[in-house]
């Protein structure tokens, strides 16, 4: 019933930038809080940032100050703008919808992306 595709992950040298988008389709009513994740090898699963509806947001320690999370309500996406990378934010990325509220029968689920990878290498 709804998708979540990401783009712009990729292989970028330390102190670079790149920016992530993720856009949900599908039949939506409303989404509470769109985030992202992110899984190092060998890792858990860990919030980078995320922000609700009402524009309220939320980061990571390790981010904070690099990264900024934007989201356009109207086309249902979320932006990760990640900014003086560094080799320690190599990881895959998940884009996350949080309470996702269906046309369909007014429940509410979560839902995933299927992850893009961010390298930061020189």
């Known amino acids: 019933q709804v998708q979540l595709v990401e783009s712009g992950g990729g292989l970028v040298q330390p102190g670079g930038s790149l920016r992530l988008s993720c856009a949900a389709s599908?039949?939506?009513?409303?989404?509470?809080?769109m985030g992202w994740y992110r899984q190092a090898p060998g890792k858990q699963r860990e919030l980078v940032a995320a922000?609700?509806?009402?524009?309220?947001?939320n980061y990571a320690d390790s981010v904070k100050g690099r990264f900024t999370i934007s989201r356009d309500n109207a086309k249902n996406t979320v932006y990760l703008q990640m900014n003086s990378l560094k080799p320690e934010d190599t990881a895959v990325y998940y884009c996350?919808?949080?309470?996702?509220?269906?046309?369909?029968?007014?429940?509410?689920?979560?839902?995933w992306g299927q992850g893009t990878q961010v390298t930061v290498s020189s």
């Open positions: 996350n919808a949080d309470k996702v509220v269906v046309t369909t029968t007014r429940a509410s689920y979560d839902y």
């Open positions: 599908g039949s939506i009513f409303s989404i509470y809080a």
């Open positions: 922000i609700t509806s009402g524009g309220s947001t």
